[in-house]
């Protein structure tokens, strides 16, 4: 059995090789496995994980990001308790902001080496490019700054947004209520695509 670390290890160096996303070299380590070949021996199969890495990238796996916040939590933990015993927790919680992006990392003060919770880096150009970046969603927000534009609200400050219920405008409301509604692509366990 091959250990956690090690796999990791491998999968750092094919996306370093093959010039990939760490997550890509893992899912095409995992097809690899399927398909009986040893992840030890993985430089033997250069040219095999290179077609696995291309079909890869149409598959797309469950990700970090559609984990629940506790999958998310366990999975961080463990990270934690891989990391170098002897280290101080300022030294572990920088190795985790270098690595995974996460900051205000919350431990038990019974328990030092229990997370409690964690803050993520988001990564807003992906975000864009998943969310707001095609034809319907431009057209729905130019729909919405013209309404603003025509209230005469638009760009002066005074907190409104044009409310969309439904998918229509109805009026005028305050913008932390308009956007702090909680839309079901925003309650837990949504699968936003």
Do not use: C
């Not at 796996?61 to 463990?78: A, D, F, G, N, T």
């Not at 729905?140 to 005074?158: P, Q, V």
């Amino acid at each position: 059995m091959i250990s956690f670390k090690k796999y990791s290890d491998i999968a750092s160096k094919l996306s370093k090789k093959l010039k990939i996303s760490k997550d890509q070299a893992v899912n095409a380590l995992i097809k690899a496995q399927a398909k009986g070949i040893d992840p030890l021996k993985w430089q033997k199969h250069m040219t095999m994980l290179k077609q696995f890495v291309q079909i890869m990238a149409h598959y797309d796996p469950m990700q970090e990001r559609s984990m629940s916040s506790m999958q998310k939590l366990v999975q961080m933990q463990h990270y934690w308790d891989d990391l170098d015993h002897l280290a101080s927790d300022e030294v572990k919680k920088k190795n985790m902001k270098m690595r995974f992006g996460i900051t205000n990392i919350k431990l038990d003060p019974r328990s030092k080496n229990k997370i409690l919770s964690f803050d993520e880096d988001r990564d807003y150009k992906d975000e864009y490019k998943k969310f707001q970046s095609s034809e319907k969603m431009k057209k729905y927000r130019a729909e919405l700054n013209k309404y603003n534009r025509k209230r005469g609200t638009y760009g002066n400050g005074d907190g409104k947004d044009a409310s969309h219920k439904g998918g229509k405008i109805v009026g005028m409301e305050d913008e932390s209520t308009n956007r702090g509604r909680a839309e079901k692509s925003r309650l837990t366990g949504s699968k936003r695509k």
